[in-house]
Structures are given as structure tokens and as C-alpha cells.
């Protein structure tokens, strides 16, 4: 078992940046599919930006160009670097990975833009 843990949120003002941070409990485990989801209030749970099965990165529509999601493998670590944040992207944003194929998720860390 594994548990994921996010860092970085914060009330930033549009236009701002933000670095979000996500460690895993245990760095001698290989976590797969590691990545960024959120959840505005209201909306379903949707993805930013993972890392692929084959390491590989897929964004969502609304990231590409703004969001980079990097990581330590060595830590397990995974990060998403926002910038030019806007008011929309106001939300829970959910670390998630895979450990034997069994889907774990983080608690959340909010983000908050103000117009």
C-alpha cells in the first residue's frame, strides 16, 4: 500500500503560477500512470496531465501550453508546474497512481485563481 501526498496549493491571482508537488510514501515501489486530476466544485473529477504506462504525458485541452508535469522517479515524486492560471482553473487538484494495478489517490490540494 502507498499513500500520495500533495503540496503547493494556494490563492494565486490570474496571470500567477503555481507548483504543485506530489510524494509517495515509499520510494522502493514503482508507481505507474502517475499524474494530476481535478475537481472544480460542481464538476466531475477530470485529468491535467499524467504521465503514460509507457512514460510517455498526456494533457488535457486546457493544460497544454500552460501546465508541465515532471518528475523523480527515484522518489516517486511527481510535479505540475501551472502557469498563467486562470479563474477556471480553480479546484481540488487529486495526485493519482497505480501500484500493482490498483488506482491510489492523493487528498487533494486546492487552487484557488482570483480574477
Known amino acids: 500500500q502507498v499513500q500520495l501526498v500533495e503540496s503547493g496549493g494556494d490563492l494565486v491571482q490570474a496571470g500567477g503560477s503555481l507548483r504543485l508537488s506530489c510524494a509517495a510514501s515509499?520510494?522502493?515501489?514503482?508507481?505507474?500512470?502517475m499524474g494530476w486530476y481535478r475537481q472544480a466544485p460542481g464538476k466531475q473529477r477530470e485529468l491535467v496531465a499524467t504521465f503514460t504506462s509507457i512514460g510517455g504525458t498526456n494533457y488535457a485541452e486546457t493544460a497544454k501550453g500552460r501546465f508541465t508535469i515532471s518528475r523523480e522517479n527515484a522518489r516517486n515524486t511527481v510535479y505540475l508546474q501551472m502557469n498563467s492560471l486562470k479563474p477556471e482553473d480553480t479546484a481540488v487538484y487529486y495526485c493519482y497512481g497505480r501500484l500493482y494495478g490498483r488506482p491510489y489517490w492523493g487528498q487533494g490540494t486546492q487552487v484557488t485563481v482570483s480574477s
Open positions: 515509499r520510494s522502493d515501489l514503482v508507481i505507474s500512470a
